[in-house]
């Protein structure tokens, strides 16, 4: 399995935003605990190469894959990979951050909001293109994409929850970017906290695992 298969294997990736190097580890494991193993740091928060540091030496072993988010130059995607991060997420499309990207061996997934950009991006390299905000353009969107353009590999993020998942990947996202529906604002994490976000996880990937089951069973 390769890391592009690791990243998109139970079709979650979890987007943290304001986390600490005090409350990612925490976070991470309940994550895993759920069955999302690919965790995504947004660069935005304080000390994010710190946190993407922490989290990738303590984490590697234990299956986590960790990425940054919120990429939005080469020079931020150079310094995120060199503390760790295995993956670069964007929410906009920038040949010279996906160029960085494989440079490093890196996973690049871009985002973009029309077939022109989703096409751009894959052309430069990207290995996934993340459709941003998905909630704008909706699952049919990805739907009607996937007819002229069923080889470029798309993940739905920005306004994904537990009500909206199953469309999504219905429709052909190979992958869900979920943010604060999966893992709230914390400034501290309780049990009680880790317990919450391991059972969101497990619905996420059940939601996942049990759509794709299905569109299996009648393609």
Known sequence: MNLLEKLTDS??????????????????????KGGVSALEITVETPKAMSIIEK????????????????????????????????????????????????????????????????????????????????????????????????HIPLMATGGIDLDNAADYIEAGAEGLGVGSTLVPLLHKVTDHDKEKIAARAAAFVKIVAETKKMKCAYS
Not at 11 to 32: D, Q
Not at 82 to 105: C, D, H, Q, V, W
């Open 11 to 32: 079709g979650i990736v979890a987007v943290v935003r304001g986390s600490k190097p005090e409350t990612i580890i925490e976070i991470a494991r309940a994550l895993k």
């Open 55 to 150: 989290a990738a030496a303590e984490l590697e072993e234990e299956g986590i894959i960790v990425g940054a988010g919120t990429v939005l130059d080469a020079e931020t995607a150079r310094a995120a990979m060199l503390s760790g991060a295995k993956f670069i997420f964007s929410p906009s499309f920038n040949p010279e951050t996906i160029k960085m990207t494989k440079r490093y061996g890196a996973v690049s997934i871009p985002g973009a909001m029309t077939p022109t950009e989703i096409l751009n991006a894959y052309e430069h390299g990207a290995d996934m293109v993340k459709v941003f905000p998905a909630n704008v353009v909706g699952p049919a969107f990805f739907k009607t994409v996937k007819g002229p353009l069923p």
